[in-house]
């Protein structure tokens, strides 16, 4: 079987300081890891995937995430925050054994608020 | 949106009416999927497709019915809306080389009285 949690329901950080979004999972086998945001009223964006090779990912809007295979955990960060980046976070988990998207888990998803 | 609409974007019902949403792509992608949203349970899969004609059950498929004809269009129909379907709808794509990356729809906000 294969989970994801996302520990925090709302993070909350100041403009122009470091952000952290942090995402657990289990899986059998090797995992395939996903970050999406949603903005208000708006659908989810995909941000950025691990899929294999190095452990730091980078994806859009200055985001990046560390796949740390021996906590299980894939935590999304920005070294600098913008008000901008206010918005829900959603962190997803597949199992590379199990192919098609259905079989891909979403979390409760983390509000962000960054303030000025 | 990555080239994904959903109609209506709103929709308000009474209870015992059939509704059916409809989602179209114009990225020919194979996969489609429709979640629903709701607080404290993040995205939950209710059914998808591999293909026309060719779809399957999720994790929350009860009362919820779906079609596939065309490649570009997916249609979800809640047979006899409850006011437990009141939630926001949306429709995903995805391919398979790109290792099920799914890219979403905008939404629909179905409000059941």
């Known amino acids: 079987a294969q989970s994801v949690a996302q520990p925090e329901d709302q993070v909350n950080v100041a403009e122009g300081n470091p952000l952290t979004v942090k995402c657990t999972y289990s899986?059998?086998?090797?995992?395939?890891l996903f970050w999406y945001v949603q903005y208000p009223n708006r659908g989810l964006q995909f941000l950025l995937k691990y899929i294999t090779g190095d452990n730091l990912v980078k994806g859009s809007y200055g985001f990046e995430a560390e796949f740390n295979k021996s906590q299980t955990s894939f935590h999304l960060k920005k070294p600098s925050a913008l008000v901008s980046d206010s918005a829900l976070y959603f962190c997803a988990v597949r199992d590379a054994w199990n192919t098609g998207g259905f079989k891909t888990i979403f979390g409760a998803g983390t509000r962000l608020f960054v303030k000025a | 949106d990555a080239g994904i609409t959903q109609s209506p974007r709103h929709k308000v019902t009474e209870t015992g009416t059939p509704v059916t949403l409809r989602c179209h792509q114009t990225e020919n992608h194979r996969y489609m999927y429709w979640y629903r949203q709701d607080p404290g349970h993040g995205l939950r899969l209710i059914h998808y497709s591999y293909g026309v004609k060719d779809t399957d059950k999720g994790e929350v498929s009860d009362g919820y019915s779906v079609s596939r004809s065309k490649t570009e269009d997916f249609l979800l129909t809640l047979e006899s809306a409850t006011s437990s379907q009141t939630s926001v709808y949306f429709c995903?794509?995805?391919?398979?080389?790109?290792?099920?990356?799914?890219?979403f729809g905008p939404g629909t906000r179905l409000l059941v009285l």
């Open positions: 899986v059998s086998g090797n995992p395939y």
């Open positions: 995903a794509i995805s391919e398979v080389g790109e290792r099920e990356t799914q890219y």
